[in-house]
């Protein structure tokens, strides 16, 4: 399940936000580190300093009509999705540029996160459901040679989807974020296919676990004592519909609840953050937040943004946070915020 699937949502926060959208956005809630970009989704951090952002584009001068979940829908596509480097002196590179980019009414699809690991660099393609039939490049894993930028490995979801099913309520993939364990096993959590996977070179994917109930899987972290928190976006993406689940010897063993529209989480020493797409407050929908999880509840660290996707902790201890991954209003801002902590 993806993100468009909120169609609904969408309508009503930006009947609920038409104040924002005449008087501008709410300021930031810290220090901007790169802004005008299309549809920015996961953030990372290199060895290097490097923060990388998958910015997903503004698709393109083709229109088509694409098939999903909810029928067919136009999209304006083009060559636009990259993988932008912000330097450690505030230099702003395209690490990849020339993804392909599909803009639809309510979300941008193409390049998901671009992740660090070793003397690789992983991507991730985001899938389309029904759409992605046909098209090769989507809803993959792609390892590359972090140097070279040559292509060494790559894991299509496609196959497995159509062969597995793992919750059982038909084709439709949406891969959405990856961690490794200990042992180098590859985890890999699928929206779409409401599972999560595991991945060797020696023995392919596996099913670790599904959710047939719909709660869609959003990210997936791995705690140094080996357990595995996968955030969720929610059924139907409602108002406290979201979580984070702990696994730990392959067994649930918590739940953090209460959240809405999970789109990542990150595990920073003792601490345990979640991203909220949007937050629910006395007038209906309105911007979202980075939110502390514990035993006793949320906690709010980063109110006041509008659509906010990706969570990273950089070198220097602050928390980064890209924004605008869904644009609510013409001219929404879009982009990364650095958020330092106290």
Same mark, same amino acid.
């Given at each position: 399940?993806?993100?468009?699937?909120?169609?609904?949502?969408?309508?009503?926060?930006?009947?609920?936000?038409?104040?924002?959208?005449?008087?501008?956005?709410?300021?930031?809630?810290?220090?901007?580190?790169?802004?005008?970009?299309?549809?920015?989704?996961?953030?990372?951090?290199?060895?290097?300093?490097?923060?990388?952002?998958?910015?997903?584009?503004?698709?393109?001068?083709?229109?088509?009509?694409?098939?999903?979940?909810?029928?067919?829908?136009?999209?304006?596509?083009?060559?636009?999705?990259?993988?932008?480097?912000?330097?450690? @002196? $505030? +230099?702003?590179?395209?690490?990849? !540029? %020339?993804?392909?980019?599909?803009?639809?009414? *309510? =979300?941008?699809? &193409?390049?998901?996160?671009?992740?660090?690991?070793?003397?690789?660099?992983?991507?991730?393609?985001?899938?389309?459901?029904?759409?992605?039939?046909?098209?090769?490049?989507?809803?993959?894993?792609?390892?590359?040679?972090?140097?070279?930028?040559?292509?060494?490995?790559?894991?299509?979801?496609?196959?497995?989807?159509?062969?597995?099913?793992?919750?059982?309520?038909?084709?439709?993939?949406?891969?959405?974020?990856?961690?490794?364990?200990? @042992? $180098? +096993?590859?985890?890999?959590?699928? !929206? %779409?296919?409401?599972?999560?996977?595991?991945? *060797? =070179?020696?023995? &392919?994917?596996?099913?670790?676990?599904?959710?047939?109930?719909?709660?869609?899987?959003?990210?997936?972290?791995?705690?140094?004592?080996?357990?595995?928190?996968?955030?969720?976006?929610?059924?139907?993406?409602?108002?406290?519909?979201?979580?984070?689940?702990?696994?730990?010897?392959?067994?649930?063993?918590?739940?953090?609840?209460?959240?809405?529209?999970?789109?990542?989480?990150?595990?920073?020493?003792?601490?345990?953050?979640?991203?909220?797409?949007?937050?629910?407050?006395?007038?209906?929908? %309105?911007?979202?937040?980075?939110?502390?999880? *514990?035993?006793?509840?949320?906690?709010?660290?980063?109110?006041?943004?509008?659509?906010?996707?990706?969570?990273?902790?950089?070198?220097?201890?602050?928390?980064?946070?890209?924004?605008?991954?869904?644009?609510?209003?013409?001219?929404?801002?879009?982009?990364?915020?650095?958020?330092?902590?106290?």
């Amino acid at each position: 399940m993806r993100i468009t699937r909120v169609v609904l949502f969408v309508v009503l926060l930006t009947l609920a936000l038409p104040v924002v959208a005449q008087e501008g956005p709410p300021p930031l809630p810290g220090e901007p580190v790169v802004m005008d970009l299309g549809a920015p989704r996961g953030i990372a951090f290199d060895a290097d300093g490097n923060l990388l952002v998958a910015d997903a584009g503004t698709g393109g001068e083709v229109e088509v009509t694409m098939a999903g979940p909810e029928g067919e829908a136009p999209a304006h596509i083009g060559l636009s999705g990259r993988i932008v480097s912000v330097a450690p @002196d $505030g +230099t702003v590179s395209d690490r990849i !540029a %020339g993804f392909p980019s599909y803009a639809m009414a *309510t =979300e941008t699809m &193409g390049v998901y996160r671009a992740i660090p690991q070793g003397d690789s660099l992983w991507v991730i393609y985001s899938g389309s459901g029904a759409a992605t039939t046909g098209a090769f490049w989507m809803d993959s894993v792609v390892e590359y040679d972090a140097a070279t930028l040559a292509v060494k490995t790559v894991i299509n979801l496609n196959d497995f989807e159509a062969t597995h099913d793992p919750d059982g309520n038909g084709y439709d993939t949406n891969v959405a974020d990856i961690a490794w364990t200990a @042992d $180098g +096993t590859l985890l890999i959590v699928n !929206a %779409g296919m409401n599972a999560l996977l595991a991945w *060797t =070179e020696a023995d &392919g994917l596996s099913v670790v676990t599904a959710w047939p109930d719909n709660s869609v899987p959003t990210s997936v972290e791995v705690a140094e004592n080996g357990d595995v928190y996968v955030g969720f976006l929610g059924a139907g993406i409602a108002p406290g519909a979201g979580k984070v689940e702990r696994w730990s010897g392959g067994a649930l063993a918590e739940t953090f609840g209460g959240l809405t529209g999970v789109t990542d989480i990150l595990l920073a020493g003792d601490t345990l953050y979640a991203v909220q797409l949007f937050e629910m407050g006395a007038e209906g929908p %309105g911007p979202g937040s980075v939110v502390s999880l *514990t035993a006793d509840g949320a906690e709010v660290v980063v109110g006041g943004l509008l659509a906010p996707f990706g969570i990273a902790m950089g070198p220097d201890g602050a928390l980064y946070v890209s924004f605008g991954t869904i644009a609510f209003f013409e001219g929404a801002p879009a982009g990364v915020v650095r958020v330092p902590m106290m």
